[in-house]
Nanobody
Framework: QVQLVESGGGLVQAGGSLRLSCAAS????????MGWFRQAPGKEREFVSA????????YYADSVKGRFAVSRDNAKTTLYLQMNSLKPEDTAVYYCAAYVPRSGRSYDYTNTRAYEYWGQGTQVTVSS
């Protein structure tokens, strides 16, 4: 299995930027498809972004498209989320998550149930 640890959260003014990192340890990082989710107080955890194990493509929620960028460095076993033009509605705990895609199965990368492993989360607060 893999252990995931997020970092890089904090307090930022609207319009500012943050870069989240998710450090992975344990099994080979490159076998995992990765995702970012977030959860605001009183709300369900929601999909933010995803990237497959090869990094060949990226996927985003409509609410962050054009402002956030996901990337991964398999050599450094780290997932990143660059967040620009932050808005107060981006305030949430951000989680990274991982799953191993198995042949013959289809996965909805926007659904939390697809993911087997989760980090503990990092708080992002955007002030207006």
């Amino acid at each position: 299995q893999v252990q995931l640890v997020e970092s890089g959260g904090g307090l930022v003014q609207a319009g500012g930027s943050l870069r989240l990192s998710c450090a992975a340890s344990g099994r080979t990082f490159s076998i995992y498809n990765m995702g970012w989710f977030r959860q605001a107080p009183g709300k369900e955890r929601e999909f933010v972004s995803a990237i497959p194990r090869t990094g060949s493509s990226t996927y985003y929620a409509d609410s962050v498209k054009g402002r956030f960028a996901v990337s991964r460095d398999n050599a450094k076993t780290t997932l990143y989320l660059q967040m620009n033009s932050l808005k107060p509605e981006d305030t949430a705990v951000y989680y990274c998550a991982a799953y191993v895609p198995r042949s013959g199965r289809s996965y909805d990368y926007t659904n939390t149930r697809a993911y087997e492993y989760w980090g503990q989360g990092t708080q992002v607060t955007v002030s207006s």
